[in-house]
Each structure stands twice: as C-alpha cells, then as structure tokens.
C-alpha cells in the first residue's frame, strides 16, 4: 500500500482533434449545348450538301485575337471533299463544268476571292468537289472475289466460321457476332446484280455453326431457296430428333454441300446397323441429293463428319461412352448400302 503523501500521477491526455467540415464541392455549371441551325440551301446544288452554322446570328463573331470566325458543319450523304475557295469566278460558268457546290455566306468587299457577276457579285464561295466511285467493277474478277473474302471475314479472320443464332422475339435467326461492328455488313449484296452474284457465293461459302438441327431448320426456312445450293459447309452442335427429319428435307436444296459436321446426340445404342436405318429415314433424300449431283450415289455419306459425341452407347454401370471408329466405319458402310 502506498504512503498517503503520495499522490497519483496525472495522465495527460491529448483531446481529440474535430473532425474537418468536409467542403461541399461547388457545382460546375453545366455547359450549354453548342445550337445549330440550317443554312438557307442554295436552289440548284448539283449535290445535296447540308450547312448548318453554330448559334443564332448568321453573322460572323469577333474573335479575341482579333478578326471574325464562324463555326459551319457541311454534311452530305454521299462524300465528298473540300476543293478551294472561288477566285473571280464567274457565274456565267455552268455548275456542271465546276463540277462543284457553291455556297455563299459572306459578303466580301473585297475585290479579290469573290463572284464577280450576275446576283452573288460580291461574295465569296466555296467550292466542294463530290467524291468519284471507285471503278471496283474494272478490277479483275479473281481481285473482286478475294476483296469480297476481307470483307465478309469476321473481326478480320478470312474465313472463320459464322455462327447463327437462336430466334430473336421475332422468331428470325441472327448471327450476333458476325454483325458486330458492322450491322449493315451484308448490305453490300444489295449493290448491284452483277456484285450480288459474285459477292453472295463467297459469303455462303463460310461455315455456318448452329447449336442445333431446331436452328437449321428454322434457317433452311428463312433463307430464299435460291441460296440453299450456295452453302458449303454447316457445323451442328446437336442433332435433335423432333426437328431433324425436316432440317435434312431442307437441306436437300443445298446439293452443293461439301461438310456437313454434326456433334452429338445422332444415336444412344450401340447397333450400327439400327443407327444406319434411323439416320437414313431422316436424310435419305438429303443424301440423295448430294449423290445425283455429284454423279455418285453414296456421295452424300462422303459429306458427313461426326463428333466424338455422335454415336454413344451405355456401359454396365449405365455410363454414356462414345463408339469406337471401328463401330462409326460399320455405320458409313451399312449407309451406303441403303443408297446404292
């Protein structure tokens, strides 16, 4: 026990600082939006040019530097390029021969860079030069068909395979990633008949994957029948038996199919012989199709690549396990048998 002379110690404690008022930031006033408003077209442009100037006053603004400005934005449908600005040019020229559109917006008093007769004597102009086409349909054939392979090519692989969706509400198959970027990409088969024809054959010619014979189907149905024959190969994830038989009755139209890939779920036994039988009522006059085409009844069969998940059977522990290439071989072979 301590003496009672002692005396305990103060503990000096330091108070708390207060906490800092935070600032409210000061709000930024929100810019304007810049105005514009149409410029008075001139009757008579030989292209539709569209000027629109910045504000209300068509008058030009003193500038800080000293001397006037005028903000213009010039739009057109079709390109064009900005030529130079008029030097005693006469209105006695036709428009044609300029090969130009003038617009007028300043009155000059100068004697220089100005119209110097009829109505406009007096102002200055400005002259736009419409853009020419390029000659794309003098090019070679074999340039033209290997321009089309760039253009079609999805995010710049040539080549690479399409996939097709599934219906959109409007019940319409799409092919989402081919269009991204560029929506209107097939419009270009719309140009003219004779791009069409080059054009539609190149674009056909990709790899078309859908997940499953419901979607060939409802593509088969969509597409006009003139375009079946185009298509070269199709990729399907899974073959559904309530959509297949019509899907390859469609697809009898595309005589000129080179592969025709099919992943899974075509047969779950182990009876090659029972298989053959079943796929043959499905696609008999597909692969018939392709025989009379090719000159050569089991052609077709030729046609038909599988995957791994094709052909299954059940093992005794009722495991699903993938046919051995022996057992596909006795499918093909028991195939053609049907068609010869």
């Known amino acids: 026990m301590p003496p009672k002379a002692t005396k305990k ?11 800092a008022t935070p600032k409210k930031p000061t709000p930024k006033k929100p810019k304007e939006p810049v105005v514009y408003k149409q410029l008075e077209k001139l ?82 102009a400005v002259l736009l030069r419409p853009a020419k086409a390029f000659p794309f349909l003098k090019l070679p054939k074999e340039v033209r068909i290997r321009t089309y392979g760039f253009y079609f090519a999805q ?45 539609v054959q190149v674009f056909y010619a990709h790899t078309l994957k859908m997940e499953s014979t419901s979607t060939l189907l409802d593509f088969l149905s969509q597409i006009p029948p ?46 090659p012989a029972k298989a053959a039988k079943t796929f043959y009522a499905d696609a008999y006059k597909f692969l018939e199709s392709i025989g009379a085409a090719k000159g050569e009844k089991t052609a077709g069969v030729k046609v038909l690549e599988f995957g791994r998940q094709a052909f299954q059977f059940k093992d005794d522990k009722k495991n699903a396990k993938p046919w051995a290439s022996a057992l596909v071989e006795e499918f093909r072979e028991n195939l053609r048998n049907k068609l010869k």
């Open 9 to 19: 110690a103060k503990v000096e404690t330091t108070p708390e600082p207060k906490p």
């Open 43 to 124: 009757a008579g442009s030989p292209i539709p040019i569209e000027v629109v100037y910045e504000g209300q006053s068509i008058q030009a603004k003193l500038e800080k530097a000293g001397g006037y400005g005028h903000t213009l934005k010039l739009e057109a449908p079709s390109a064009f390029s900005l030529f130079k600005t008029a030097s005693a040019i006469s209105q006695a020229s036709p428009q044609h021969q300029i090969a130009s559109v003038l617009v007028w917006w300043l009155t000059l008093h100068s004697s220089q860079m100005v119209i110097t007769e009829g109505q406009y004597e007096g102002y200055q």
């Open 155 to 199: 995010k710049g692989v040539v080549g690479e395979a399409i996939v097709i969706e599934g219906k959109r509400a409007n019940k319409e198959v799409y092919a989402k990633t081919f269009a991204e970027g560029s929506k209107n990409r097939v419009g270009l088969l719309a140009v003219n008949k004779e791009i069409h024809e080059e054009a």
């Open 226 to 271: 003139s375009v079946r024959p185009l298509l070269k190969s199709l990729h399907i994830k899974t073959y559904i038996k309530t959509t297949s038989r019509n899907a390859m009755h469609f697809l009898a139209d595309s005589r000129n199919l080179t592969q025709l890939h099919i992943d899974a779920s075509v047969f779950s036994e182990g009876d």
